[in-house]
């Protein structure tokens, strides 16, 4: 079945570090490909997404390409900030007929000064 | 626009009580979701609406129930609340054209079985 798997966390950066968090999905059709990110004690916000295979998603510094050849959405940023500390979780979309996303297991991501 | 709401924000329940969890959008949106998030797990759909009058089930929706009569209403009812159903609830919702949009999720509630 369809499905989504990040790398574990929590990651732990310090301020102006590189951030990569790694997303690899498995689905049949042709997915959408989404990160979110959960701020403490708040709901899930979309940070990003792509629709189709070599588009690249990109808000507030972050990146992410779909990587059809390899199936991966990894998420990039070039320079961390603490209020970047958060749990992103990476999703797909398959049925555009429900809307129905599969998340991953999300990343905790703690950021120091 | 406030988006997706709801309410309440946290709730105490002593075994084999019930509730009904609320929430409402309003950007007319076709699409709707519940989820349940345990600690440092993903988040699990528990039951979904297409439109007004349609629901269907998610991966875990035993213990709970929906209703969908209206496009911004989409309340959640827990029946017999167990302590397994300790969690964190959220709402979503998508416009649901072909495209295959984004869910905006509200704020949760955090619901605590005793």
């Known amino acids: 079945g369809d499905s989504v798997t990040q790398m574990e966390g929590p990651v732990t950066l310090s301020e102006e570090a590189f951030l990569t968090i790694n997303c690899t999905y498995t689905a049949t059709g042709y997915p959408s490909l989404f990160w979110y990110v959960q701020y403490p004690g708040e709901g899930l916000q979309l940070l990003l997404k792509a629709t189709k295979a070599d588009d690249k998603g990109s808000n507030k510094g972050f990146e992410a390409t779909y990587r059809k050849e390899t199936t991966s959405f990894h998420l990039e940023k070039g320079s961390v900030q603490v209020s970047d500390s958060a749990v992103y979780f990476c999703?797909?979309?398959?049925?555009?007929?429900?809307?129905?996303?599969?998340f991953g297991q999300g990343t905790t991501l703690q950021v120091k000064p | 626009n406030a988006g997706v709401t709801q309410t309440p924000k946290f709730r105490i329940l002593k075994i084999g009580q019930s509730m009904t969890l609320q929430c409402t959008q309003d950007m007319n949106h076709n699409y709707m979701y519940w989820y349940r998030q345990d600690p440092g797990m993903g988040l699990k759909l528990i039951y979904y609406?297409?439109?007004?009058?349609?629901?269907d089930k998610g991966e875990v929706p035993n213990g709970y129930n929906v209703s969908r009569s209206t496009t911004e209403d989409f309340p959640l009812r827990l029946e017999l609340a167990a302590p397994s159903q300790t969690s964190v609830y959220f709402c979503?919702?998508?416009?649901?054209?072909?495209?295959?949009?984004?869910?905006?999720f509200g704020p949760g509630t955090r619901l605590t079985v005793t």
């Open positions: 609406s297409v439109g007004a009058g349609i629901t």
């Open positions: 999703a797909l979309s398959v049925s555009s007929n429900t809307g129905k996303l599969i």
């Open positions: 979503a919702s998508n416009k649901g054209d072909r495209v295959k949009g984004e869910q905006y």
